[in-house]
């Protein structure tokens, strides 16, 4: 039948299509995971992860050693911290994230806390919002390596300037990498075609960035 032949040739062009973009979008989250991008801009804003009765956990510690070490070279006046309570949790992300960079060194009244978002696209799109009442839009995002790519499109999707520098001394490493730029891929590539607002499950409809009925944020002392 030509009427199957065509369905199949049209089929197989189509697949072809999607293992090629999905393709070239591995190829360029594993480029943003080797990049580093560290440079002078106006706040570090850490990415959340687990954390352990406030206690950051291996992943969100080398994430803030290297956000304390950009700090200490003085390549921003302050650094951002985000995350709020997953189920159980009796601390924020960033409350533990806070209190690990003061034992650095790091003064309070350069740290700035989101201390709500659960998701990637949360976390920035608060953070996004306060730092845009400060008039603040240059930043430097310190999160895993796989997660550049995609942290950094959200980011341009929400109006920053922002740069990546993966923290280098992240527990997750080598062949363990492997599925989490496998999922990074997917993301991107979705996010790309329809919004990273929407692969998120934001709704359009939404007053703002990022309900700000729902998301907070907590300034240091020196606001």
Known sequence: ???????????????????????????QVWQASRRDQARQVEAIVVL???????????VLRARLAHAAD?????????IVVTGGKQSGDRVTEATASARYLASRGVPDRAILREVKGRSSWQQL???SEFLEQRGISRVLLVSDGFH?????????????????SPAPGSPIAGAEKLPYLGRETLAVAAGR????????GIKTGS??????????FVAGAAG
């Open 148 to 164: 550049a790519a995609r942290i950094a499109a959200i980011a341009d999707e929400l109006g920053l300037v922002a740069f990546t």
């Open 48 to 58: 959340g992860a687990a954390q352990y009765d406030g206690e950051p956990s291996p």
């Open 1 to 27: 039948m030509p009427g199957l032949g065509l369905v199949v040739k049209l089929a197989s062009a189509l697949a072809a299509a999607v293992f090629l973009y999905l393709a070239v979008t591995f190829v």
């Open 70 to 78: 950009l700090y200490d070279r003085g390549l921003a006046p302050r």
């Open 207 to 216: 007053s703002g960035p990022a309900a700000p009925a729902d998301l907070r």
């Open 193 to 200: 075609l329809i919004g990273f607002r929407r692969v998120a």
């Open 125 to 127: 799109a608060a953070a």
